[in-house]
């Protein structure tokens, strides 16, 4: 069994910036796509962003392309550097797993984090 934990969120300007980060631990060698889910009250869990252990290779979603990266520092740990932030990317963010290929949808994920809370306010 896999367990992630975030760490990172807060408040933030609108156009400012914060990073994320999620590790993993206990399962986590076939761990093969980490990636960043975000939800708001009343909506569905929607794909930020994922990257594949094996080649780093990483998909965005387009609200947050040239604003977002994704990275990874070693198998266990992943981060996510968000700039110019926007009152819209207010949500939970959630980090996730998967022993395959993941993917955009939340369903093709098998571990989930706690979420961590972004607010951009002014």
């Known amino acids: 069994q896999v367990q992630l934990v975030e760490s990172g969120g807060g408040l933030v300007q609108p156009g400012g910036s914060l990073s994320l980060s999620c590790a993993a631990s206990?399962?986590?060698?076939?761990?093969?796509?980490m990636g960043w889910f975000r939800q708001t009250p009343g909506k569905e869990r929607e794909f930020v962003a994922a990257?594949?252990?094996?080649?780093?290779?990483t998909a965005y979603a387009d609200s947050v392309k040239g604003r977002f990266t994704i990275s990874r520092e070693g198998k266990n740990l992943i981060n996510l550097k968000m700039t110019s932030l926007k009152l819209e990317d207010t949500a939970v963010y959630f980090c996730?797993?998967?022993w395959g290929s993941g993917g955009r949808l939340p369903g093709n994920y098998d571990f989930w984090g706690q979420g961590t809370q972004v607010t951009v306010s002014s």
């Open positions: 996730a797993a998967d």
């Open positions: 206990g399962g986590d060698f076939f761990i093969r796509t």
């Open positions: 990257i594949a252990q094996f080649d780093s290779s």
